[in-house]
């Protein structure tokens, strides 16, 4: 059994970082103070040149607040999904619901179109969804490789039970936990056989740097090599175990 490390990150230096410290891939993107925006075409180039597209999975999501969008915001998102792979990214990670929560499925097809034979992970808009469970089958119809989900509680090591429902399930969909995650949860949620497991390893840098009111709080995201290898670690040494 494998189980891949996955590391959010938001610049080319967080990149490098989290991949010198033992990750398998990246999700780029923006803004994870909000759950994460998609990041610049221009951010998109820097990390992959920086780490190797094959690492570099970038988020595709036009705005917080929900995963309802509207006829603009799926041609805005079709058209950084192609732009992002273009780039050279080897997948991007997507996600829509209806107004009763069910996957926007019409709006699904479109962004696996535009990927084209790249990666396509449907993201914690799973977890929004009245049943993680039910939408799998869909998921794996419309071609979803990989999901990444906390089994629908707000830390993933309060969904365990959801997310062993998930691999159970079989669909051929990736099982990727993430929400919350910290370096002491990884051996308890990698036990339920999960494909990944996926973490921001965030620190905060610049609080000494001048701020103010036209550049919102003082400092900003880093990621943090130390608890990338901690993670690295309980992800191996529970696999050997």
Do not use: K
Not at 38 to 54: D, Q, R
Not at 125 to 148: H, Q
């Amino acid at each position: 059994m494998t189980v891949a490390l996955e590391i959010a990150v938001q610049d080319a230096a967080g990149a490098r970082a989290a991949i010198a410290a033992g990750a398998d891939r990246l999700e780029l993107c923006q803004a994870l103070a909000v759950g994460g925006l998609t990041p610049s075409i221009a951010l998109v180039e820097t990390a992959v040149a920086a780490v190797g597209g094959g690492r570099v999975n970038v988020l595709v999501r036009p705005r917080a607040g929900g995963f309802v969008y509207d006829g603009d915001e799926i041609t805005l998102v079709a058209a950084d999904v192609r732009a992002a792979i273009a780039a050279g990214a080897a997948g991007v990670v997507v996600g829509a619901l209806t107004d009763d929560g069910q996957v926007d499925a019409q709006a699904l097809r479109r962004w696996r179109a535009a990927a084209g034979d790249s990666t396509l992970v449907f993201h914690r808009a799973i977890d929004a969804a009245p049943s993680p469970l039910a939408v799998l089958d869909e998921l794996a119809a419309i071609g979803v490789d990989r999901v990444l989900t906390s089994g629908g509680a707000a830390r993933s090591v309060d969904g365990t039970d959801m997310l062993r429902r998930l691999v159970a399930a079989d669909t051929g969909i990736e099982i990727m936990a993430g929400g919350g995650i910290r370096v002491g949860d990884i051996a308890r949620i990698v036990a339920v056989g999960v494909d990944a497991v996926h973490l921001s390893a965030r620190a905060v840098a610049g609080l000494d740097v001048p701020s103010g009111p036209g550049g919102g709080a003082g400092g900003h995201d880093v990621t943090d090599p130390v608890v990338v290898a901690a993670a690295e670690a309980a992800v191996r040494s529970t696999l050997s175990g």
